[in-house]
């Protein structure tokens, strides 16, 4: 068992695309939803439109799960989505989003003879969210101010993760929603900003942290394709990236084992890798992050959090 001192001090960040000290870093911060979810009371395809609308919570950093008539364009702020062959498409809100977003639903790009009343516009009011200042010591200094004979290297490993958070799978594994990928002593949360060693500053924390042993089994929350599966990457060690259809990408960082490969497809609960402290790490943990369509990061919990039983 691990104490709680202990598990503190395994927290850590690492530069997916988030770390300032990084110059490839491509750091992308934005968030916000509302605390009030929307009902949906269909069950499978699209067959009426009488039950439209988003699933999930209004307030920053959370993911949406909208259901419309197939090729109905979505658009929440900045953020925009078109609904599957099943009608089916995904939303999310950036870490950082003003008290109130847009939703707008344009149907013209389809038959829409028995649909009228669907599209338009409406205002959603977004619940703010607060993020602590988290003190990280004992990280390896060589990932928070790297040596520039790194670089090519970073580089290297940055145009990979790039490739594989631009995936946009044709599957629905996050219609059999999501469940914890370890167990460990929660220790980092979405969003929090972070001092490192005692000075350095680095973007905010992405993902939610899990402390335990190493060789800790790691599993996958969904289902989904396998589009990166690296044993050691310069900031994250061990690092598998899933897409779960729609571009919703999650990442696995700091494993000491790596038990798939780029190509396959995994279902949920199946055996992926095996915690560790590779790269930017003070201990053994597993970083779990989920991004976007490779526009921003959503928070984890919010995807723990989604009741898709309606949808199934």
């Not at 589009?227 to 060690?237: H, I, V």
Request: with cysteine; proline share 5%; hydrophobic share 40%.
């Amino acid at each position: 068992m691990i104490s709680l001192a202990v598990a503190l001090a395994l927290q850590s960040t690492t530069a997916l695309v988030d770390d300032a000290a990084d110059p490839i870093g491509d750091l992308i911060a934005q968030a916000s939803p509302e605390a009030r979810d929307v009902e949906i009371t269909h069950v499978g395809p699209f067959a009426s439109a009488d039950n439209v609308g988003c699933t999930g919570r209004r307030e920053e950093g959370a993911l949406l799960v909208c259901f419309y008539p197939p090729r109905t364009e979505l658009r929440l702020g900045e953020v925009s989505a078109v609904a599957d062959r099943d009608g089916l498409a995904l939303l999310g809100i950036p870490r950082r989003a003003p008290a109130s977003l847009t939703l707008t639903i344009d149907v013209s790009a389809i038959d829409h003879d028995n649909l009228l009343g669907i599209g338009g516009s409406e205002v959603w009011d977004i619940t703010q969210r607060e993020y602590n200042l988290q003190q990280v010591n004992g990280v390896p200094q060589a990932t928070v101010t790297p040596d520039a004979s790194t670089l090519p290297r970073r580089q290297r490993e940055y145009a990979q993760k790039q490739a594989a958070f631009n995936s946009v799978w044709d599957g629905q594994g996050f219609l059999g929603g999501f469940i914890h990928p370890a167990e460990g002593i929660t220790t980092g949360v979405y969003g929090s900003a972070r001092v490192y060693n005692n000075g350095h500053e680095g973007s905010p924390h992405w993902g939610l942290d899990w402390a335990n042993e190493v060789g800790t089994p790691i599993y996958a929350p969904a289902g989904g394709l396998v589009t990166l599966a690296e044993p050691d990457m310069y900031y994250e060690g061990g690092l598998i990236f899933i897409d779960h259809g729609h571009g919703l990408v999650s990442a696995f960082l700091h494993l000491s084992g790596v038990e798939v490969s780029e190509g396959d497809m995994v279902e949920q609960g199946q055996l992926i890798g095996a915690m560790g402290a590779g790269g930017r790490a003070t201990g053994s943990h597993l970083d779990w992050r989920v991004k976007l369509r490779n526009q921003f990061y959503v928070d984890p919990q919010s995807l723990l959090d989604l009741d898709l039983s309606e949808l199934r």
